[in-house]
T-cell receptor, first 112, second 112 residues
Framework: TQLLEQSPQFLSIQEGENLTVYCNSS?????LQWYRQEPGEGPVLLVT???GGEVKKLKRLTFQFGDARKDSSLHITAAQPGDTGLYLC????????????WGAGTKLIIKP | NAGVMQNPRHLVRRRGQEARLRCSPM?????VYWYRQLPEEGLKFMVY????????ESGMPKERFSAEFPKEGPSILRIQQVVRGDSAAYFC??????????FGPGTRLTVT
């Protein structure tokens, strides 16, 4: 059974600080997605990474896919209160290209 | 380009009634997925459909639950004879490529 371990589960930091969220697995994924979910809403897709070693930037957010495609990280520079939310990683099973394996989520709070 | 649309956003049903949840995928997307989310829990895969075909319904209870994605019109998730345990948020996602899934805002079903 594939698992995605996401850490930390909870993070509360001051505005302006940097942070990194990790998703790790012992399994290889064909792709990995990062989502952000607000209370009462559906997950919003932030990025998809497909190639080992790939780095994608979305304003102050930097996403990296590990060389072996077993892990990924999300780095936020100069966090703002608007970044507050639940961040989820989801990997695509190698055998089934649609089954998403979900991390447990990181609840991020940015204090002004 | 409108996102994934779901309606209703909130649905209240008495035990024994039927619940019908609708999902209109993003324009150009031919893959539809349904997920269930219980409070404080992750998303659980229910079913994957393409137009007029159920591809994978392994996550859907065999009884009382059914899903369709007709040639014309939205995808429908139907729950017959609802019970209190069916109360949850139901999310629909759509994709053009199977691993990059875009989620709708969800339907919150409450069974009284």
């Amino acid at each position: 059974t594939q698992l995605l371990e996401q850490s930390p589960q909870f993070l509360s930091i001051q505005e302006g600080e940097n942070l990194t969220v990790y998703c790790n697995s012992s399994s290889v994924f064909s792709s990995l997605q990062w989502y952000r979910q607000e209370p009462g809403e559906g997950p919003v897709l932030l990025v998809t990474v497909v190639t080992g070693g790939e780095v994608k930037k979305l304003k102050r957010l930097t996403f990296q896919f590990g060389d072996a495609r077993k892990d990924s990280s999300l780095h936020i520079t100069a966090a703002q209160p608007g970044d507050t939310g639940l961040y989820l990683c989801a990997g695509t099973d190698m055998d089934s290209n649609y089954q998403l394996i979900w991390g447990a989520g990181t609840k991020l709070i940015i204090k002004p | 380009n409108a996102g994934v649309m779901q309606n209703p956003r909130h649905l209240v049903r008495r035990r024994g009634q039927e619940a019908r949840l609708r999902c209109s995928p993003m324009k150009g997307h031919s893959h539809v997925y349904w997920y269930r989310q219980l409070p404080e829990e992750g998303l659980k895969f229910m079913v994957y459909l393409q137009k007029e075909n159920i591809i994978d319904e392994s996550g859907m209870p065999k009884e009382r639950f059914s899903a369709e994605f007709p040639k014309e019109g939205p995808s429908i998730l139907r729950i017959q004879q609802v019970v209190r345990g069916d109360s949850a948020a139901y999310f629909c996602a759509s994709s053009q490529v199977t691993y990059e899934q875009y989620f709708g805002p969800g339907t919150r079903l409450t069974v009284t």
